[in-house]
């Protein structure tokens, strides 16, 4: 099964990993997207594959590969998504975060890593990174700003507002 990472690389492009390779979107039409070896340039591998937009499944089997997989790489990039995942949208400790991300990993993926204090003060960049919107100064807004009516993932939570005179603020 193909996966598709929006933040697989370090421009954040999208990343289709399968098979133990790994590709980034080369260029994409209304139907087709055309996905190039991420060892382009290094190993000069010109494998590439090509997918349909919408449903994501595989039109084109990969040509021939000059590159090797390497699954210790593949490991660390799934260790970095699940660290930045839970660092963004839960409360944990970072010492809680980080050992249970070991939990999955190979003794070869794990002493590739960074130490754990790096990976500790890395949770902790992430989440003073946040971008939260500050909530308005004035008390007596008359409707609540959209921004303020949606998660962090996009979830909408706040409807209306009855305000301390009990009329709906929309």
């Avoid at 902790?124 to 008359?142: G, Y």
Wanted: positive net charge; aromatic residues 8%.
């Amino acid at each position: 099964m193909a996966t598709i990472s929006n933040n697989g690389t370090t421009k954040q492009k999208s990343r289709l990993d399968l098979d133990g390779y790994s590709y980034i979107k080369d260029r994409s039409t209304n139907e087709k997207a055309y996905w190039r070896c991420i060892k382009y340039s290094t190993h000069r591998c010109r494998s590439r594959r090509h997918t349909f937009v919408i449903t994501n499944n595989i039109i084109k089997t990969p040509t021939e590969r000059t590159c090797k997989s390497d699954g210790i790489s593949f490991e660390q990039r799934k260790f970095d998504e699940r660290i930045v995942q839970r660092a963004r949208f839960t409360q944990e400790a970072p010492d809680l975060i980080v050992t249970d991300c070991y939990k999955d990993m190979t003794d070869q993926g794990i002493s590739r890593l960074s130490s754990r204090d790096n990976i500790k003060r890395r949770i902790r960049m992430l989440r003073q990174s946040k971008h939260v919107i500050v909530a308005p100064n004035d008390p007596s807004f008359e409707s609540i700003p959209t921004s303020l009516t949606k998660t962090v993932r996009l979830d909408q939570f706040l409807w209306c507002d009855t305000g301390p005179d009990m009329h709906f603020n929309v």
